[in-house]
């Protein structure tokens, strides 16, 4: 009995349990599906419902946060050009009359030539005779790679010094790429990194705010968020990438670190060429120069306005910097402003233009909906044709005041605005005219005419070609000054083009008329060439001079270029004056520009006394016999001792045929200066051009090895050589 009322107590209890057990099962079951109901009930909740609960949650109105306020700029965008205006303006007063006067004769006897000054000279008795012919020759005097060792070599020998402007504009670029590298390093590299992090974090904020429902502004937000987080990235290796961005960026990342060929972009979605971000001049002195090129470059891709995504991503942009304020030095600034610091000062120093820039775009949107309004404006199509329409009529005034702009190709917005290089974009309608490009064909479109007669033989039967040089010396010739002074690159082309176009009566009395263009000719290329490739690169850090043994008879001479150094004086006060305003300077900095103009002044005021026929005293002799260790000491300043001439660069690519110019071993323009009566022989170093087209890209070490063998100078100017 007792044994069958266990039995029924245990199953009463195994039905008991199974019974708790369905209980517990139907429970579950009704949780989960009063869940799902919920879930189903949410996912018909629309996005913007969704995400206003969120914002309210977090104390944000969508509504707020979708207003775009545009603010006025707190610089003048053309701070640098102004000033130089400013001293062109003036440059009338600057200058007094250059009224040349004791012209030597045009042909020297060759018996004027004494044994001793040719020993001297090493000249042969073919180069007495050019020299006879041409009233001057250029001649090697050994393989020199510098200014100093070449000024070195001619005080020892005891023959008067000649400065020339190869030597003045020679260390002229070299300090400017080196001041524009400490500024970079100093400054803009810090700024350009707080701003990307700054603006990469808005960015973001404002495209996770965006509700689904404004499709188009949600997709243009997550584009300039991921464009933003690339700069902030490559600036800062730790900086952390939402997760919704982070394969773009990474991959976008590796493209732009391998700067090979043209490839999609992951983050733009358009064919980008990334061989523009392998770094030049005085960005490959250190990492940190090299990140901030990358980083500048990726934030100068341009934006075309003709399609409207791409004009919503740039008006996201202006949104974006409207809204963002950067803290530097614990200072809180809006973001605007730094922008405004790095833009004017990177475009000065490095060539950059505004196409379509952000003063351009914010004018163009103030203009139709008021310095204040929403991104949903833009939802529709119409909104961005009126803002295209806007920009296209802003584009119209800038023509019209300026040539310049015939030369750039369809309007593009550009965040850090758009690289014109000169040079190249004229080279490259030389080859749309079908003919390989060549320097003669730049120094011809620049009106040196000498250039044409070593030409003819390429041109005579190409009609297309010269009607395409006659179109573009014709914007040339009508470049006004307020176009050359927008920026070092294109001022730096208007020096060679003073070289030019300035007739010095004294030593056109003096010489060959052809073969002193021939010289004029091969500087300017030479000077292009220093320029194209970054005069820098070729730094050497040890200063060592060696004994500088100066007699007390010997004297040196200026090759008078007296508009040429005024310009240069007044490229160094304009730069000082610009960087004062903008609050980018230090002690440093403000010495080596300082200096720089008071030697420029010098060179002036030399000039002028040389062209009159006045003599020179002794304090301004000693600094022309001295001047290349005076460069020197101001550029130990920045731990530089010297800096080689021998480089070589590519300019442009023509269906694989690559485009070379360089410099070779320095040489030396020996001429007669007549002073008191009596004529003198000086020797003064210039650069020497070479050019030559190579289906693979040529670096300096090939270069050096190349010159050391011998290669072959451009058959024009053998004619200024006494031997072949």
Same mark, same amino acid.
């Given at each position: &009995?007792?044994?069958?009322?266990?039995?029924?107590?245990?199953?009463?209890?195994?039905?008991?349990?199974?019974?708790?057990?369905?209980?517990?099962?139907?429970?579950?079951i009704?949780?989960?599906?009063l869940?799902?109901?919920?879930?189903?009930i949410?996912?018909?909740?629309?996005?913007?419902?969704?995400?206003?609960?969120?914002?309210?949650?977090?104390?944000?109105?969508?509504?707020?946060?979708?207003?775009?306020?545009?603010?006025?700029?707190?610089?003048?965008?053309?701070?640098?050009?102004?000033?130089?205006?400013?001293?062109?303006?003036a440059?009338?007063?600057?200058?007094?009359?250059?009224?040349?006067?004791?012209?030597p004769?045009?042909?020297?006897?060759?018996?004027?030539?004494?044994?001793?000054?040719?020993?001297?000279?090493?000249?042969?008795?073919?180069?007495?005779?050019?020299?006879?012919?041409?009233?001057?020759i250029?001649?090697?005097?050994?393989?020199?790679?510098?200014?100093?060792?070449?000024?070195?070599?001619?005080?020892?020998?005891q023959? $008067?010094?000649?400065?020339?402007?190869?030597?003045?504009?020679?260390?002229?670029?070299?300090?400017?790429?080196?001041?524009?590298?400490?500024?970079?390093?100093?400054?803009?590299?810090?700024?350009?990194?707080?701003? !990307?992090?700054?603006?990469?974090?808005?960015?973001?904020?404002?495209?996770?705010?965006?509700?689904?429902?404004?499709?188009?502004? #949600?997709?243009?937000?997550?584009?300039?968020? !991921?464009?933003?987080?690339?700069?902030?990235?490559?600036l800062?290796?730790?900086?952390?990438?939402?997760?919704y961005?982070?394969?773009?960026?990474?991959?976008?990342?590796?493209?732009?670190?391998?700067?090979?060929?043209?490839?999609?972009?992951?983050?733009?979605?358009?064919?980008?060429?990334?061989?523009?971000f392998?770094? #030049?001049?005085?960005?490959?002195?250190?990492?940190?120069?090299?990140?901030?090129?990358?980083?500048?470059?990726?934030l100068?891709?341009?934006?075309?306005?003709?399609?409207?995504?791409?004009?919503?991503?740039?008006i &996201?942009?202006?949104?974006?910097?409207?809204?963002?304020?950067?803290?530097?030095? @614990?200072?809180?600034?809006?973001?605007?402003?730094?922008?405004?610091?790095?833009y004017?000062?990177?475009?000065?120093?490095?060539?950059?233009?505004?196409?379509?820039?952000?003063?351009?775009?914010?004018?163009?949107?103030?203009?139709?909906?008021?310095?204040?309004?929403?991104i949903?404006?833009?939802?529709?199509?119409?909104?961005?044709?009126?803002?295209?329409?806007?920009?296209?009529?802003?584009?119209?005034?800038?023509?019209?005041?300026?040539?310049?702009?015939?030369?750039?190709?369809?309007?593009?917005?550009?965040?850090? @605005?758009?690289?014109?290089?000169?040079? #190249?974009?004229?080279?490259?309608?030389?080859?749309?005219? /079908?003919?390989?490009?060549?320097?003669?064909?730049?120094?011809?479109?620049?009106?040196?005419?000498?250039?044409?007669e070593?030409?003819?033989?390429?041109?005579?039967?190409? $009609?297309?070609?010269?009607?395409?040089?006659?179109?573009?010396?014709?914007?040339?010739?009508?470049?006004?000054?307020?176009?050359w002074t927008?920026?070092?690159?294109?001022?730096?082309?208007?020096?060679?083009?003073? &070289?030019?176009?300035?007739?010095?009566?004294?030593?056109?009395?003096?010489?060959?008329a052809?073969?002193?263009?021939?010289?004029?000719?091969?500087?300017?290329?030479?000077?292009w060439?220093?320029?194209?490739?970054?005069?820098?690169?070729?730094?050497?850090?040890?200063?060592?001079? /060696?004994?500088?043994?100066?007699?007390?008879?010997?004297? =040196?001479?200026?090759?008078?270029?007296?508009?040429?150094?005024?310009?240069?004086?007044?490229? !160094?006060?304009?730069?000082?004056?610009?960087l004062?305003?903008?609050?980018v300077?230090?002690?440093?900095?403000?010495?080596?520009?300082?200096?720089?103009?008071?030697?420029?002044?010098?060179?002036?005021?030399?000039?002028?006394?040389?062209?009159?026929?006045?003599?020179l005293?002794?304090?301004?002799?000693?600094?022309?016999?001295?001047? %290349?260790?005076?460069?020197?000491?101001?550029?130990?300043e920045?731990?530089?001792?010297?800096v080689?001439?021998?480089?070589?660069?590519?300019?442009?690519d023509?269906?694989?045929?690559?485009?070379?110019? /360089? !410099?070779?071993?320095?040489?030396?323009?020996?001429?007669?200066?007549?002073?008191? @009566?009596?004529?003198?022989f000086?020797?003064?170093?210039?650069?020497?051009?070479?050019?030559?087209?190579?289906?693979h890209?040529?670096? %300096?070490?090939?270069?050096? &090895?190349?010159?050391?063998?011998?290669?072959? #100078?451009? =058959?024009?100017?053998?004619?200024?050589?006494?031997?072949?």
């Open positions: &009995m007792y044994n069958s009322n266990v039995k029924t107590l245990k199953l009463e209890s195994s039905l008991g349990a199974i019974i708790l057990t369905v209980r517990e099962v139907k429970r579950k009704a949780v989960k599906a869940a799902a109901v919920v879930l189903a949410i996912i018909f909740i629309s996005s913007h419902q969704l995400t206003s609960l969120i914002m309210e949650f977090r104390g944000v109105k969508f509504e707020e946060i979708a207003m775009i306020t545009t603010t006025p700029a707190t610089y003048s965008e053309n701070i640098f050009s102004k000033k130089l205006m400013e001293l062109e303006s440059k009338a007063t600057t200058l007094a009359p250059m009224e040349a006067k004791n012209l004769p045009r042909v020297v006897e060759k018996a004027a030539l004494t044994p001793q000054i040719i020993g001297k000279l090493n000249l042969s008795a073919q180069e007495v005779n050019k020299l006879s012919e041409n009233g001057f250029v001649k090697s005097l050994g393989k020199i790679t510098t200014f100093n060792h070449a000024c070195n070599l001619i005080r020892e020998r023959i $008067p010094l000649l400065i020339t402007v190869d030597l003045v504009l020679h260390y002229y670029h070299a300090l400017y790429e080196l001041l524009a590298a400490e500024l970079e390093a100093k400054y803009l590299t810090e700024l350009l990194k707080e701003l !990307c992090k700054s603006l990469a974090a808005k960015a973001d904020f404002l495209y996770t705010y965006t509700p689904l429902e404004y499709e188009r502004a #949600k997709e243009a937000l997550e584009k300039i968020s !991921c464009y933003l987080q690339v700069a902030a990235k490559i800062d290796e730790n900086h952390e990438v939402p997760k961005a982070a394969r773009k960026v990474d991959e976008e990342i590796r493209l732009i670190n391998s700067a090979e060929g043209i490839h999609i972009s992951p983050v733009l979605e358009r064919e980008i060429d990334y061989t523009i392998k770094p #030049k001049k005085h960005y490959t002195l250190n990492s940190k120069l090299e990140k901030y090129y990358k980083a500048i470059t990726w100068s891709i341009e934006f075309p306005i003709e399609n409207g995504d791409e004009l919503l991503q740039a &996201m942009l202006i949104k974006v910097l409207e809204d963002t304020t950067t803290t530097i030095n @614990g200072k809180t600034l809006r973001a605007k402003e730094i922008w405004e610091k790095i004017l000062t990177n475009s000065f120093l490095n060539g950059y233009l505004g196409k379509i820039t952000v003063h351009d775009l914010e004018r163009a949107i103030s203009n139709i909906f008021g310095s204040k309004f929403s949903l404006n833009l939802e529709d199509e119409v909104s961005l044709i009126l803002v295209r329409n806007q920009l296209q009529r802003i584009l119209e005034e800038k023509q019209a005041t300026s040539k310049i702009w015939d030369l750039m190709d369809d309007p593009s917005f550009s965040f850090m @605005g758009f690289k014109l290089h000169l040079p #190249k974009t004229l080279l490259e309608r030389v080859i749309k005219a /079908g003919k390989k490009p060549s320097g003669l064909d730049l120094a011809l479109i620049l009106s040196l005419n000498r250039a044409r070593h030409l003819a033989r390429e041109t005579i039967e190409n $009609p297309e070609y010269e009607v395409e040089v006659s179109e573009l010396k014709d914007i040339i010739e009508n470049f006004k000054i307020n176009d927008k920026n070092w690159d294109l001022y730096h082309t208007h020096l060679l083009k003073v &070289m030019i176009d300035t007739k010095n009566p004294k030593q056109l009395a003096a010489v060959n052809d073969a002193w263009q021939d010289r004029i000719l091969n500087t300017i290329l030479a000077l060439s220093e320029h194209e490739h970054g005069i820098t690169r070729q730094l050497i850090t040890e200063n060592k001079t /060696g004994e500088v043994s100066i007699s007390i008879n010997q004297t =040196a001479y200026l090759e008078p270029a007296a508009e040429l150094y005024t310009k240069i004086l007044f490229l !160094c006060k304009a730069t000082l004056s610009g004062e305003e903008l609050g300077v230090d002690q440093q900095i403000e010495s080596t520009l300082r200096e720089m103009a008071d030697m420029a002044g010098k060179l002036v005021v030399i000039s002028i006394k040389e062209l009159n026929g006045e003599k005293s002794s304090e301004e002799k000693e600094f022309l016999l001295t001047i %290349d260790l005076k460069f020197r000491e101001i550029m130990s920045f731990k530089v001792g010297e080689e001439a021998t480089m070589i660069t590519q300019v442009i023509v269906l694989g045929q690559k485009l070379q110019i /360089g !410099c070779g071993f320095i040489e030396f323009i020996i001429l007669p200066i007549q002073e008191n @009566g009596e004529i003198q000086c020797a003064g170093p210039i650069l020497t051009y070479y050019e030559l087209v190579e289906k890209e040529i670096g %300096d070490e090939e270069w050096k &090895m190349l010159l050391e063998l011998g290669i072959e #100078k451009p =058959a024009w100017i053998k004619n200024l050589h006494g031997s072949s």
